[in-house]
């Protein structure tokens, strides 16, 4: 009886879904497995940040060697960032660089702003529509923008210059008529084309969180529609309107692809002289342009995420004071009730 008894109570402990002896086995395997698989994704990580990174630390270390090759660090020095700074053509292109990003955060914040304000209030059909296309011109490659808007300014300008010369020669005016071309003003126009997009996608994401009741607020204060965008909506839009344009700017600047194909002779931008350096071979000279147009992108993308935090706290701020005020109506509102009662 007690052995029938023992193996009663074993065969109990085996099949004990609450955790006897033969179901934590399968539990302790899979345990181990998953410390295993845990491991092995931890390492995989490790790996692909390790493949991303360290180049571009090496490319910021041999910036500052003071040997003539790129690839040796004998010593550290400053010397090739005074080169950098000293060589004409580096600051034209830097300068071309310059005004190309700024032209194109400008225009792009401005028309996007715009262009996200008019989305807000168009049809439902045609706002998915349009959304469609600003999303597809993030996500085109930057190779066929540049072949499209290569062969649409190619086009327009075979289009206009004849014009151009047939009002020259009726006017009377001597000397070769002016002719339109490529310049730095089509490789802005090309930024813009994708650049804009990025900014309606920030400025709508806003609006979508923005609180409405403020606006409506405003106009039962007989506000009028521009002191409310001006005085209301606009300082709620504020923060994404500037991560914008400094997106803009960051992806103009660093730009080659596109700008590439529209740029006009002798107006090369910062990435183009760069790519056309190390075709004559890699120097420090070039580490050292890496460097400072990587700490350019890493300090606007540094203050934008300043930007977003300062608007996530402003908005949880105001949300916390709308809950408060809101509560203290009701109260009010409760005690004149029983005040009446």
Known sequence: MSTRAGLGRTGAARTDPRGGPAARRPRAAL??????VDALFRSHAALVYVFLYVPIALVVLFSFTAGTRSGELRGLSLRWYGTTLGDQFVIRAL???LVVAFSTSIIATTFGTIAALALSRAPRVLRTVLEGLTYTAIIIPGIVIGIATLLFFVNVFGWLNPWIAWLWSSLG?????PALGPGLHTVVAAHVVFTMAIVIV???TRLAGMDRSLIEASGDLYATPWRTFRQVTLPQLAPAILAGALLAFTFSFDDFV???FVSGPGQPTLPMYVFASIRR???PEINAIATLVLLVTLTVLFVVQLIYRRQARQAEALRAAAERVEAEFDDLAAGSAAAAA
């Open 202 to 204: 920030l400025v709508r």
């Open 281 to 283: 071979g890699i120097t």
């Open 31 to 36: 345990d181990r497995a998953g410390r295993w």
């Open 258 to 260: 596109i700008a590439s």
């Open 173 to 177: 005016l001597g000397g070769r008529p």
């Open 95 to 97: 300068g071309n660089s």
